[in-house]
């Protein structure tokens, strides 16, 4: 190998930016645009998935929960609900009842949240513009306790976060992982909705003034979000 192609080699071995494309699916064109402080066709079409997010888990837990009731009603024969009953387990109607009473307050709640995405998701497009902050990023996660039948079973699922400045930007598990530590990076996002589109290191040549005014238009356009939550 020569040196060239040593040099090579170890720049892409420590280069966490193909690695951090990957986990948060964007790619050098989309980091491109919003460079240029625009956001990519390809990231219109996924800001408005993102939007719709909210709803997945909910959604699905409650479908896998109502089919769990089918089943345990269609198939369960009655006496045998009776023994149970017989037997002390007299809550499990009022236990099957409340589980599904929060599975639908999580649906609606995860409706909610998915159409102030959207307003705010259709502005950004209308607007086809991104905005950045620069420092020093840092993972956070939650375990947020499970629906339906993950409830039962007392399963939890994990959410993650990029935090930079305070702010937070919700990434899936693999990105979380691929995030170096102690780095300093540029998080490109859509200002209204305050969802993620892009990240790089903070270039090296970044002027110093660029970071505070980007920051101000941070601050001023999470005041009109905030509902949204991190």
């Given amino acids: 190998m020569s040196y060239i192609e040593y040099l090579a080699a170890d720049h892409e071995a420590s280069d ?50 109502l089919l769990c009731c089918f089943i345990v009603k269609t198939l369960v024969p009655g006496f045998v609900l009776l023994i149970i009953s017989m037997l002390g387990f007299k809550g499990i109607g009022i236990l099957f009842g409340a589980v599904t009473l929060v599975c639908l307050g999580s649906l609606f709640v995860a409706v909610l949240r998915s159409f102030r995405y959207l307003v705010l998701v259709n502005q950004d497009i209308s607007n086809a513009k991104s ?6 990023a840092t993972v ?12 039962l079973h007392g399963q939890s699922r994990k959410q993650f976060w990029y935090v930079v400045q305070n702010q937070y930007f919700e990434v899936n598990e693999a990105a979380a992982a691929a ?8 998080i490109h ?12 290191p903070v270039p090296a040549n970044a ?18 979000s905030e509902f949204i939550g991190g």
């Fill in 207 to 224: 002027p110093a003034g660029e970071a505070k005014r980007t920051r101000l238009f941070n601050l001023r356009n999470l005041r009109s």
């Fill in 131 to 136: 905005a950045f902050l620069d420092g020093r």
């Fill in 140 to 151: 956070s996660h939650e375990s947020v306790s499970g629906l339906g039948t993950d409830h």
């Fill in 179 to 186: 995030l170096p530590e102690r780095g300093r990076f540029r």
């Fill in 16 to 65: 966490p930016l193909p690695e951090l494309a990957r986990t948060n699916g964007f790619t050098m064109d989309d980091l491109e645009a919003n460079r240029k402080g625009k956001i990519s066709e390809a990231q219109k079409s996924k800001l408005f998935a993102r939007a719709l997010q909210p709803i997945q888990y909910p959604g699905m837990a409650l479908l896998g929960w």
């Fill in 189 to 200: 996002f859509a200002p209204k909705s305050q969802l993620f589109l892009s990240m790089e």
